[in-house]
């Protein structure tokens, strides 16, 4: 199975100030299609997982734009770049490039 | 717009058979491929495994030898069953549109194994 690992786990962060999620995966997510399949999902308290991020940078519909997804190959990066009380929640990401499907241990965001 | 709903029973006796559906409104179960994740209380995410809508399937390796996953188009319907079940299966199941990347996830359904 592909290892996703995400740091940190814990990211206390100030309203208004940017914060950053880190994964990595255990080989490269490069499909043979070219694409690659690194998605970025959050979970408020209490809800199901929302996707965010598709294909390493790509926004869903009603995704605010601060935020941002980034990367390549094995490293990936999730932007926020303003920090809000509602993106209090747990970020993991997923790839979905080789079988099975794996996702990181997820990174639990709180506001200080 | 597109909505998953999970139904089943929310408690299960161990070595029985834990058996949900997904029910589809908004899209066709055509219309794609159709996923299954689980979530034991207080932890991360697992990737189980989708049906196509053509009945074909991908299980992961972990739980392979107790899976069966299959659609109903007639009812828009995908279904999971889970057999000989142990407490470490306890977990919010969500079913989920998609496969590389699901889009869209039923609020999930709890599922204790239990006596």
């Known amino acids: 199975d592909v290892v996703m690992t995400q740091s940190p786990l814990s990211l206390p962060v100030t309203l208004g100030q940017p914060a950053s999620i880190s994964c990595r995966s255990g080989?490269?997510?490069?499909?043979?299609?070219?694409?690659?399949?690194l998605n970025w999902f959050q979970q408020r308290p209490g809800q199901s997982p929302r996707r965010l991020i598709y294909?390493?940078?790509k926004r869903d519909s009603g995704v605010p734009d601060r935020f941002s997804g980034s990367g390549s190959g094995t490293d990936f990066t999730l932007k926020i770049s303003r920090v809000e009380a509602e993106d209090v929640g747990v970020y993991y990401c997923?790839?979905?490039?080789?079988?099975?499907?794996?996702f990181g241990q997820g990174t639990k965001v709180e506001i200080e | 717009q597109v909505q998953l709903q999970e139904s089943g029973p929310g408690l299960v006796k161990p070595s029985e058979t834990l058996s949900l559906t997904c029910t589809v409104s908004?899209?066709?179960?055509?219309?794609?491929?159709w996923s299954w994740v689980r979530q034991p209380p207080g932890k991360g995410l697992e990737y189980i495994g989708y049906?196509?809508?053509?009945?074909?399937?991908n299980y992961n390796p972990s739980l392979r030898s107790r899976l069966t996953m299959s659609v109903d188009t007639s009812k828009n319907q995908f279904s999971l069953n889970v057999s000989s079940v142990t407490a470490a299966d306890t977990a919010v199941y969500y079913c989920?549109?998609?496969?590389?990347?699901?889009?869209?996830w039923g609020q999930g359904t709890l599922v204790t194994v239990s006596s």
């Open positions: 989920a549109r998609g496969t590389s990347g699901p889009d869209t």
């Open positions: 997923m790839q979905g490039t080789h079988w099975p499907r794996t």
């Open positions: 080989q490269s997510l490069v499909h043979s299609d070219g694409n690659t399949y």
């Open positions: 049906v196509s809508s053509s009945g074909s399937t």
């Open positions: 294909k390493v940078s």
């Open positions: 908004g899209a066709s179960i055509s219309s794609s491929s």
